[in-house]
């Protein structure tokens, strides 16, 4: 009887503003991604690049989360595990950073993550001229 095993999957925690142009980093893995969960609002350019396939919630009090980071969390989690893509798009009005509570929890579950920047060099440097 052969073994059975999933491979680990991973999260990206990607910070972005809700009109921001993705890197071309940040936009293939949405485009990869099996689990994309997001912030509201977030701007119908970015949907777009997310696969029919791909399973979307929105973070927060409404669309299947009552809107604890702990239940985001576990969500990620449980995806990740199971050997899935997991894209969490983050609101950009604060950096992802390493204090982020979802950060905290997939530090302690053993998830592997990354934080990755999602703003294309293009917006991040009319951002810096401001």
Do not use: C, W
């Not at 073994?3 to 293939?28: H, M, R």
């Not at 669309?63 to 990740?80: D, H, L």
């Amino acid at each position: 009887m052969p073994n059975s095993f999933t491979l680990p999957g991973k999260v990206y925690l990607i910070g972005t503003e809700a009109s921001a142009d993705l890197s071309s980093y940040a936009a293939d893995l949405l485009r990869r991604a099996d689990l994309v969960i997001h912030d509201k609002p977030v701007s119908p350019e970015l949907l777009e690049l997310i696969p029919a396939r791909t399973a979307v919630r929105v973070a927060g009090n409404h669309a299947g989360f009552s809107g604890p980071a702990e239940e985001i969390s576990r969500e990620m989690i449980q995806a990740a595990l199971h050997g899935q893509i997991v894209v969490r798009l983050k609101d950009g009005s604060a950096p992802v950073s390493e204090n982020d509570s979802e950060v905290a929890a997939l530090r302690e579950a053993q998830v592997e993550f990354e934080i990755v920047s999602g703003a294309a060099a293009s917006a991040a440097a009319a951002g810096a001229a401001r």
